[in-house]
DNA sequence: TGTTTTCTCGTCATGACGACGATAAGCCGC
DNA sequence: GCGGCTTATCGTCGTCATGACGAGAAAACA
């Protein structure tokens, strides 16, 4: 009764993974060993397990071929990729994924990856992703600046406890534009439920010590920011 | 080289089709006619199939299976579902995907499916769905609310030309709410590029006869509505 | 002890919005 | 033809959020 004649794919989990290192906005991108696309940029990736949840395949890759554990940071389903000549040996349908990681200390140490690296996402076009990543890189992009609009995702790229600037720094650095400091730490500060006080300051160096907060209960800032 | 041991993947699409009729939301639905669910209500949808692009088995699946064409309206990738369970019988990777339509004048004429209906979205807690469907129509309703807000889709729903009226018609139904006549007028008048005014008028029974619009060149809101 | 740097609080004008009044322009029943 | 009803459209007013910017607070540095 269940003939098994219907179309069988291929299924993989890719995934673009962002950072905010030096101010600037970077992804993680691995070399690739293997034809097609042999000494490519590629995102992270690989195949998904006969009973693993898509979720789980992307979290398992994450750490599997990054060395990047999702313990703090962010992990969404971004959209799927299935154009039928997207891998010209196959059939393949590839399930994105996005992934907001504070900076980490180790930056790449992969496991699996020949190579891995973070790559400032402006600089991405110089040198082309293999396959359709490059679409996909630039959707994941897009997606992390709308949500930092209405969002409190921003702090996913922040450690747990943080500074007002250093969210701000996270905004400047994904949005590519500066914002008014007393502005930010109005509309952040008075937003309800966005950020709890832990009382703590801490002084970065130069300049009068800054409050320490943590996110607080708020899923959504309405009115949102604006990126103009 | 490539040994053919990578997991295999059944990989559908589901459809999420929403319209508005009498004033309210309503969702397409079909009776299955196999199990398992044999005679529950599911969301439209099918196999991929080996050389078709997803966005085009959605539109195929959405052709076929319910009689829809979408010359008007708009079809877009919801999200992916791929639980190991979510279908008892193989393991299946669905790409859902959301169709906003206008009134259809065939209401259900399906040519392939044992019987499709409009169904209030808000009774159809009352008719469990098959499988991880309820999910998805949940995730779609809950994307076509937010697309509302800051962008121009609640003219999907409408006719190429239409009044304001009618245009906040569609945000009560969507959203559930009553909104001002008056100043959702200023709001959907005022935006840049938003509407275009055809210059004719028209009048729909009692009262004053209002002014038709087409869609203009604007593709975001901003600021957006609110619903709150 | 200044000077610089950064954080934080205020001020002010502008613009958008919710609530609502008022007018315009068509139906309907008599 | 004439009010009455209904809907469309235009205005007004107070409130709130925002961008631009001034100014004080609190540290490091010379």
């Known amino acids: ?24 906005l970077h992804a993680l991108l ?31 890759e994450l750490a599997e071929e990054t060395g990047v554990h999702q313990a703090a940071g962010h ?3 971004l959209a799927t990729y299935g154009a039928p000549d997207r891998d010209p040996r196959m059939r393949v349908v590839s399930v994105a994924h996005l992934v907001l990681a504070p900076d980490l200390p180790e930056p790449t140490a992969g496991t699996d990856a020949a190579a891995a690296a973070w790559v400032p996402v402006d600089e991405v076009a110089a040198a082309p992703l293999a396959f359709d ?14 949500k930092l609009e209405y969002s409190p995702l921003a702090a996913a790229f922040c450690a747990e406890e943080f500074t007002v600037a250093e969210l701000r ?14 502005n930010f730490h109005r509309k952040v500060t008075t937003t309800p439920g966005l ?3 832990t009382g703590e300051r801490r002084a970065e160096g130069r300049g009068r ?8 209960p708020a899923t959504t800032i309405a009115p949102p920011l604006s990126r103009d």
């Not at 720094?169 to 007393?182: F, I, K, M, Q, S």
Request: proline share 7%; glycine share 8%.
């Open 1 to 24: 009764m269940d003939a098994p004649d219907w179309p069988r794919f291929a299924v993989t989990v890719d995934l673009v993974v962002l950072t905010v290192r030096a101010g600037r």
């Open 30 to 60: 691995v070399r690739r060993g293997e034809d097609p696309w042999r000494g490519a940029w590629a995102l992270p990736g690989g195949f998904v397990r006969p009973d693993e949840d898509l979720h789980d395949a992307a979290a398992r």
């Open 75 to 77: 992990l969404e389903q």
């Open 133 to 146: 990543h490059a679409r996909i890189l630039a959707d994941g992009v897009e997606r992390a600046r709308a």
């Open 169 to 182: 720094a996270v905004y400047e650095a994904v949005w590519g534009r500066t914002l008014d400091p007393r």
């Open 195 to 197: 950020l709890v006080d």
């Open 209 to 216: 010590p800054a409050a320490v907060y943590r996110l607080g």
